[in-house]
């Protein structure tokens, strides 16, 4: 299917995110074979690095599956014998050129050759490597791609700017801006859920939902990463990216077709829609050292490379609304935080309780703790539960809460493809159903830029939480103050 030579070019290859997520997901590409035939990896990098000790970097960090094959050693060999190194400075177009030639050897036994950029690089540099790359490494027979990874910007603002400079050297259609989290399988799969299955659509409104609530939550604090944390926060890190994704392609109105344009059109929609965030609906936190059981977890201020005293939140609870016909008055409820007490993300529904119940008194009237719930469980232990009522087996007449169970590890014996893997292929196919077009950033910017210049206008104090806690109280009374509970894994 994809007869041209494919090269990909990760820029920035010496970072983190090259090493644990890019060449691991670039090899499980080759792995599964949907690497196109005639394939080159290149590094780039200021740093000095000969094409070996490029291949002993990412060797140390490419893994054969859990179903490995025995082949498996066999192609890593191959596939890092298709990997070089190029060192360069990022904003030359003569160190791109160099890299241009570089490639036109290895993909001059095909006539046409496509080229894939990764820009793994800080924001304040995206420019000018789009730059220097386009001009110097555009490929002259092919496709040129280049993908881009937040922060887009930080505010309204800075977007906008970034936005301006990037058209100058690429166009929409070449830029693929990655959130991770759409690549993920039970974000890809949320649409399946709801589209291909009689039972869900017809629920999904204010009319049968109550609140939906959006959570991602880990057990760790920003240990060493605090330094660029510090500057963006929980708010620009998580929520208007990941969570706000998952809530419009969770609410948006049915596309007319499964076709990028169309699914993206329907999800801009949705954050045009959404009402300006009120500030009494925000609750910011940020965790604190804790002492328990003898282990000393260290507190956000405690990382050497935060600046002391940061009033940066590692924690944000809020309520959005989505003022159109079918979601008016459902409380969207997002939460982030880092250093809590798990690691897991998930989309819980709930409904509104059953008119009329005729078991209410079994209930002990507490209808809403008995409604259902759907949870999409995104990680780990990926799956989807519903929360029903069932009679206790028996002769008496006792009503049980419990759950339609998919999990995903007892149901399919498939290992899940991470993001990064589906979201690289999508890109070499042209796929762009999972990544964020530009309106959509500036309809997200639009909704949270008020709120983080409040934050700073008014010097709000996070509310301080322990390391391995549920995090500030306030998102509880937040939740209550709309008649909702967060759910709890039943
Ligand atoms: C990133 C954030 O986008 O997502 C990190 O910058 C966060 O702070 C990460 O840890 C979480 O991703 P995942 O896939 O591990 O849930």
Known sequence: WHHNALSVVVVGASGDLAKKKIFPALFAIFYEGMMPKHFNIYGFARSNMSDDEFRDLIAASLTCRVDQKEDCGDKMEYFLDRCFYQPGQYGSEEDFKKLSDRMTETEQHQNKADRVFYLSIPPSIFTQVAGAASKGASSPSGWTRVIVEKPFGKDTESFNKLSADLYQHLSEEQMYRIDHYLGKELIENLTVLRFANLVFEPLWSRQFIRNVQVIFSENFGTEGRGGYFDSYGIIRDVLQ??????????????????????????????LRNMLPINM????????????????????????????????????????????????????????????????????????????????????????????????????????????????????????????????????????????????????????KRLFIRNDELEAAWKLFTPVLQEIENREMKPELYPYGSRGPVGAHYLAAKYGVRWGDAL
């Open 241 to 270: 990216n990941h969570l706000l994704q998952i809530v419009s392609l969770f609410a948006m109105e049915t596309p007319t077709s499964l076709a990028a344009e169309d699914i993206r059109d329907e999800k801009v929609k949705v």
């Open 280 to 431: 009494d609906d925000v609750v910011i936190g940020q965790y604190k050292g804790r002492n328990k059981h003898g282990v000393k977890k260290p507190g956000y201020l405690d990382d050497k490379t935060v600046p002391a005293g940061s009033r940066c939140p590692t924690f944000c609870a809020m309520a959005m609304f989505i003022n159109n016909s079918r979601w008016d008055g459902v409380p969207f409820l997002l939460k982030a935080g880092k250093a809590l007490k798990s690691r897991t993300a998930e989309i819980r529904v709930q409904f509104r309780h059953v008119p009329g119940n005729l078991y209410s008194a079994k209930l002990n009237q507490d209808l809403d703790r008995a409604a259902n719930e759907l949870v999409i469980k995104i990680q780990p232990d990926e799956g989807i539960y519903l929360k029903i009522n069932n009679k206790l087996p028996g002769l008496g007449l006792t009503l049980d809460q419990t759950k339609l169970d998919l999990s995903y590890s007892s149901r399919y014996k498939t290992h899940l493809p991470d993001a990064y893997e589906r979201l690289i292929l999508d890109v070499i196919n042209g796929d």
